[in-house]
Protein backbone atom coordinates (compact mmCIF):
# COMPACT_ATOMS: atom_id res chain seq x y z
CA UNK A 1 0.00 0.00 0.00
CA UNK A 2 1.01 3.53 -0.87
CA UNK A 3 1.98 5.32 2.54
CA UNK A 4 2.11 9.08 2.54
CA UNK A 5 3.74 10.41 5.87
CA UNK A 6 3.07 13.47 7.53
CA UNK A 7 5.91 14.51 9.92
CA UNK A 8 3.48 15.86 13.03
CA UNK A 9 0.25 14.79 14.21
CA UNK A 10 -0.68 18.01 16.20
CA UNK A 11 1.56 21.21 15.94
CA UNK A 12 0.76 23.97 17.95
CA UNK A 13 2.59 27.07 17.07
CA UNK A 14 2.39 31.10 17.63
CA UNK A 15 1.56 34.08 15.92
CA UNK A 16 4.14 34.71 13.99
CA UNK A 17 6.79 31.77 13.37
CA UNK A 18 7.52 30.50 10.65
CA UNK A 19 6.00 26.60 9.96
CA UNK A 20 7.16 23.68 7.90
CA UNK A 21 5.31 20.62 7.54
CA UNK A 22 6.39 17.49 6.04
CA UNK A 23 5.45 15.29 3.93
CA UNK A 24 6.83 11.85 2.58
CA UNK A 25 5.20 9.11 -0.02
CA UNK A 26 7.27 5.84 -0.34
CA UNK A 27 5.49 5.00 -4.01
CA UNK A 28 7.14 7.31 -6.45
CA UNK A 29 4.12 9.32 -7.47
CA UNK A 30 4.73 12.25 -9.74
CA UNK A 31 1.85 14.50 -7.80
CA UNK A 32 1.74 15.61 -4.37
CA UNK A 33 -0.62 18.00 -2.97
CA UNK A 34 -1.28 20.23 0.17
CA UNK A 35 -5.06 20.67 1.29
CA UNK A 36 -6.37 22.48 4.37
CA UNK A 37 -9.43 21.12 5.82
CA UNK A 38 -11.75 23.62 8.20
CA UNK A 39 -15.22 22.46 9.01
CA UNK A 40 -18.27 23.25 6.44
CA UNK A 41 -15.61 24.07 3.82
CA UNK A 42 -14.42 21.07 2.74
CA UNK A 43 -11.00 20.50 1.35
CA UNK A 44 -9.57 23.30 -0.10
CA UNK A 45 -6.28 22.86 -2.33
CA UNK A 46 -3.43 25.25 -1.30
CA UNK A 47 -0.31 24.15 -3.74
CA UNK A 48 0.37 21.19 -5.36
CA UNK A 49 3.80 19.84 -7.73
CA UNK A 50 3.80 17.43 -10.53
CA UNK A 51 7.39 17.10 -10.75
CA UNK A 52 10.63 17.86 -8.39
CA UNK A 53 11.00 21.96 -8.72
CA UNK A 54 7.83 21.98 -9.95
CA UNK A 55 4.88 24.01 -7.84
CA UNK A 56 1.42 25.15 -8.88
CA UNK A 57 -0.89 27.22 -6.49
CA UNK A 58 -4.38 25.98 -5.78
CA UNK A 59 -7.30 28.05 -4.57
CA UNK A 60 -5.71 29.44 -1.38
CA UNK A 61 -2.01 29.44 -1.61
CA UNK A 62 -1.70 33.32 0.23
CA UNK A 63 0.70 33.06 3.07
CA UNK A 64 1.72 29.75 2.11
CA UNK A 65 5.09 28.14 0.03
CA UNK A 66 6.02 25.14 -1.07
CA UNK A 67 9.08 22.90 -1.90
CA UNK A 68 9.92 19.68 -3.58
CA UNK A 69 13.42 19.15 -3.89
CA UNK A 70 13.14 15.48 -3.87
CA UNK A 71 10.37 13.68 -5.42
CA UNK A 72 9.54 12.06 -2.54
CA UNK A 73 9.21 15.10 -0.41
CA UNK A 74 6.46 17.77 -0.32
CA UNK A 75 7.19 20.24 2.22
CA UNK A 76 4.69 23.32 3.00
CA UNK A 77 5.59 26.87 4.90
CA UNK A 78 3.77 29.30 6.75
CA UNK A 79 6.13 32.00 6.11
CA UNK A 80 4.64 33.95 9.11
CA UNK A 81 1.82 32.13 11.23
CA UNK A 82 -1.71 33.69 11.72
CA UNK A 83 -4.62 32.58 13.45
CA UNK A 84 -6.62 31.98 10.32
CA UNK A 85 -4.19 28.88 9.60
CA UNK A 86 -5.45 27.13 12.84
CA UNK A 87 -6.62 24.25 10.43
CA UNK A 88 -5.94 20.95 9.59
CA UNK A 89 -3.28 20.57 6.81
CA UNK A 90 -3.47 17.22 4.55
CA UNK A 91 -0.68 16.05 1.79
CA UNK A 92 -1.77 13.50 -0.28
CA UNK A 93 0.07 12.22 -3.52
CA UNK A 94 -1.10 10.57 -7.20
CA UNK A 95 0.17 7.99 -9.94
CA UNK A 96 -0.19 10.63 -12.08
CA UNK A 97 -2.93 12.02 -14.49
CA UNK A 98 -4.84 11.34 -17.13
CA UNK A 99 -7.01 7.91 -15.85
CA UNK A 100 -9.04 7.14 -12.82
CA UNK A 101 -6.64 4.81 -11.66
CA UNK A 102 -3.72 7.17 -12.10
CA UNK A 103 -5.48 9.96 -10.31
CA UNK A 104 -6.89 8.52 -6.92
CA UNK A 105 -5.57 10.76 -4.30
CA UNK A 106 -3.48 8.84 -1.03
CA UNK A 107 -3.85 11.34 1.94
CA UNK A 108 -1.31 11.43 4.73
CA UNK A 109 -3.04 11.32 8.79
CA UNK A 110 -2.70 14.82 8.79
CA UNK A 111 -1.33 17.69 11.44
CA UNK A 112 -3.95 19.54 13.41
CA UNK A 113 -1.75 22.97 13.44
CA UNK A 114 -3.07 25.19 16.33
CA UNK A 115 -1.89 28.97 15.55
CA UNK A 116 -2.34 31.17 19.11
CA UNK B 1 -21.34 28.52 -7.10
CA UNK B 2 -19.35 26.06 -5.57
CA UNK B 3 -18.16 23.33 -8.10
CA UNK B 4 -19.07 19.87 -6.11
CA UNK B 5 -21.91 20.21 -3.85
CA UNK B 6 -23.44 17.91 -1.40
CA UNK B 7 -26.21 17.30 1.08
CA UNK B 8 -24.30 18.24 4.73
CA UNK B 9 -26.62 15.28 6.18
CA UNK B 10 -26.63 14.14 8.87
CA UNK B 11 -28.26 10.54 7.57
CA UNK B 12 -29.66 8.98 10.09
CA UNK B 13 -30.13 5.49 9.36
CA UNK B 14 -30.84 2.42 10.77
CA UNK B 15 -28.57 -1.27 10.40
CA UNK B 16 -29.64 -2.77 7.36
CA UNK B 17 -31.30 0.14 5.65
CA UNK B 18 -30.06 1.47 2.14
CA UNK B 19 -29.33 4.82 1.88
CA UNK B 20 -28.32 7.16 -1.36
CA UNK B 21 -26.24 10.43 -1.49
CA UNK B 22 -25.95 13.00 -4.48
CA UNK B 23 -23.53 14.70 -5.68
CA UNK B 24 -23.92 17.70 -8.31
CA UNK B 25 -20.72 18.96 -9.81
CA UNK B 26 -20.97 22.66 -11.86
CA UNK B 27 -18.13 21.73 -14.54
CA UNK B 28 -19.52 19.84 -18.01
CA UNK B 29 -16.20 19.20 -18.90
CA UNK B 30 -15.64 17.47 -15.54
CA UNK B 31 -13.42 14.04 -16.40
CA UNK B 32 -13.32 11.73 -13.51
CA UNK B 33 -15.29 11.09 -10.41
CA UNK B 34 -14.66 9.97 -7.02
CA UNK B 35 -16.00 8.55 -3.84
CA UNK B 36 -13.95 8.99 -0.37
CA UNK B 37 -14.78 8.24 2.83
CA UNK B 38 -13.60 10.16 6.07
CA UNK B 39 -13.96 8.96 9.63
CA UNK B 40 -14.10 11.46 12.26
CA UNK B 41 -10.31 13.34 12.79
CA UNK B 42 -8.94 10.77 10.27
CA UNK B 43 -7.71 11.27 6.65
CA UNK B 44 -10.30 10.54 3.51
CA UNK B 45 -9.28 7.21 2.27
CA UNK B 46 -10.94 6.07 -1.40
CA UNK B 47 -13.90 4.22 -1.55
CA UNK B 48 -14.66 3.75 -4.93
CA UNK B 49 -14.34 5.35 -8.53
CA UNK B 50 -17.27 6.20 -10.55
CA UNK B 51 -17.37 5.05 -14.21
CA UNK B 52 -19.64 6.19 -17.11
CA UNK B 53 -21.10 3.17 -17.06
CA UNK B 54 -21.70 2.81 -13.27
CA UNK B 55 -19.78 0.53 -11.01
CA UNK B 56 -20.46 -1.66 -8.24
CA UNK B 57 -18.38 -2.79 -5.08
CA UNK B 58 -19.99 -4.92 -2.99
CA UNK B 59 -22.80 -3.49 -0.76
CA UNK B 60 -21.58 -0.07 -2.56
CA UNK B 61 -22.96 1.44 -6.04
CA UNK B 62 -22.07 4.50 -7.50
CA UNK B 63 -23.65 6.04 -10.66
CA UNK B 64 -22.54 8.93 -12.89
CA UNK B 65 -25.58 11.13 -14.83
CA UNK B 66 -23.77 13.60 -17.07
CA UNK B 67 -26.26 14.97 -18.58
CA UNK B 68 -27.51 15.98 -15.08
CA UNK B 69 -24.14 16.87 -13.44
CA UNK B 70 -24.46 14.25 -11.03
CA UNK B 71 -23.07 11.50 -9.13
CA UNK B 72 -24.66 9.33 -6.87
CA UNK B 73 -23.56 6.68 -3.77
CA UNK B 74 -25.85 3.96 -2.87
CA UNK B 75 -25.26 1.54 0.17
CA UNK B 76 -27.26 -1.48 0.76
CA UNK B 77 -27.43 -3.29 4.15
CA UNK B 78 -26.21 -0.67 6.50
CA UNK B 79 -23.66 -1.43 8.79
CA UNK B 80 -22.73 0.72 11.83
CA UNK B 81 -19.07 0.79 10.24
CA UNK B 82 -20.32 2.52 7.34
CA UNK B 83 -21.05 5.61 9.59
CA UNK B 84 -18.38 7.98 7.95
CA UNK B 85 -18.50 11.51 5.95
CA UNK B 86 -18.65 10.75 1.92
CA UNK B 87 -17.08 13.00 0.16
CA UNK B 88 -17.59 13.68 -3.78
CA UNK B 89 -14.57 14.55 -5.63
CA UNK B 90 -14.28 15.56 -9.22
CA UNK B 91 -11.72 16.24 -11.39
CA UNK B 92 -12.21 18.45 -14.78
CA UNK B 93 -8.30 17.40 -15.92
CA UNK B 94 -7.61 20.71 -17.04
CA UNK B 95 -5.71 23.73 -15.18
CA UNK B 96 -3.21 21.07 -14.21
CA UNK B 97 -5.94 18.66 -12.91
CA UNK B 98 -6.96 20.42 -9.59
CA UNK B 99 -9.41 18.21 -7.61
CA UNK B 100 -12.47 19.70 -6.17
CA UNK B 101 -13.78 18.32 -3.12
CA UNK B 102 -17.20 19.01 -1.94
CA UNK B 103 -18.06 19.45 1.91
CA UNK B 104 -19.07 15.53 2.33
CA UNK B 105 -22.14 13.58 3.64
CA UNK B 106 -22.39 12.32 7.38
CA UNK B 107 -24.06 9.35 8.01
CA UNK B 108 -24.76 8.10 11.06
CA UNK B 109 -26.20 4.17 11.47
CA UNK B 110 -27.60 2.81 14.12
CA UNK B 111 -28.21 -0.03 15.75
Known amino acids: DVKVTQSSRYLVKRTGEKVFLECVQD?????MFWYRQDPGLGLRLIYFSYDVKMKEKGDIPEGYSVSREKKERFSLILESASTNQTSMYLCASSLGFGTAANEKLFFGSGTQLSVL | RKEVEQDPGPFNVPEGATVAFNCTYSNSASQSFFWYRQDCRKEPKLLMS???SGNEDGRFTAQLNRASQYISLLIRDSKLSDSATYLCVVNTRDNFNKFYFGSGTKLNVKP
Open chain 2, 50 to 52: VYS
Open chain 1, 27 to 31: MDHEN
